[in-house]
Each structure stands twice: as structure tokens, then as C-alpha cells.
């Protein structure tokens, strides 16, 4: 798989995601049970996280280095949940009324 290929792929997997809550009202989003007791927005909240971390340690992977190895459970959405929140797909915090 060449750089573009990659590249397509990842943003097939964005639009397909970004598919699952398209027609949700902001009341939809915050509904706890989605996987647990996590909600549409608490899901995207952690796949920001994530994403970001990703985009952090993957450079140091690259070039040799190890990543940290991450918070114990709990710690990193805590630590991490508002910068997501500030940071993810804005119609989806827009429509939840979150404070951006």
C-alpha cells in the first residue's frame, strides 16, 4: 500500500465513522448505553484522545523511539476529555451544547 492509498483509506474510515452520527440531535449524542454506559459524544471524545496520542508518539516510533506507555485507566480521559472535546468534530459538540 503506496502513501495515497494509506491516506484514502484513513479518510474512508473518518467519513465512515463520522456516517454513524450524522443524523443525531444533540440529545441523541449524550444518551450514556452506546458501549457501556459511554455516549456517541464520549466515544468521539476518546477517539480524539486517542487520535492524538497516535499522531504524538508515532513520529518517535518512526525515528526509533518507544512511546510512554499510557495513563492507567481513567487518568487520560480525565486529564484529556475537555481539549477533545474542544478539539473533535465541532457540529457534534455544537449539537450537544457543549461549551466549545
Not at 5 to 19: I, K, M, P, S
Not at 39 to 66: C, Q
Amino acid at each position: 500500500m503506496n502513501r495515497d492509498q494509506l491516506l484514502g483509506r484513513v479518510e474512508r474510515a473518518w467519513e465512515d465513522l463520522r456516517a454513524l452520527y450524522a443524523g443525531l440531535d444533540g440529545a441523541q449524542l449524550l444518551v450514556p448505553g452506546v458501549a457501556g454506559a459511554w455516549s456517541v459524544r464520549d466515544l468521539l471524545a476518546h477517539v480524539t484522545v486517542w487520535g492524538r496520542e497516535a499522531l504524538r508518539w508515532l513520529p518517535v516510533i518512526r525515528d526509533g523511539g518507544r512511546a510512554a506507555r499510557p495513563p492507567s485507566r481513567g487518568v487520560l480521559p480525565d486529564r484529556c476529555t475537555r481539549d477533545a472535546v474542544r478539539s473533535a468534530p465541532r457540529p457534534v459538540f455544537r449539537a450537544s451544547r457543549c461549551a466549545l
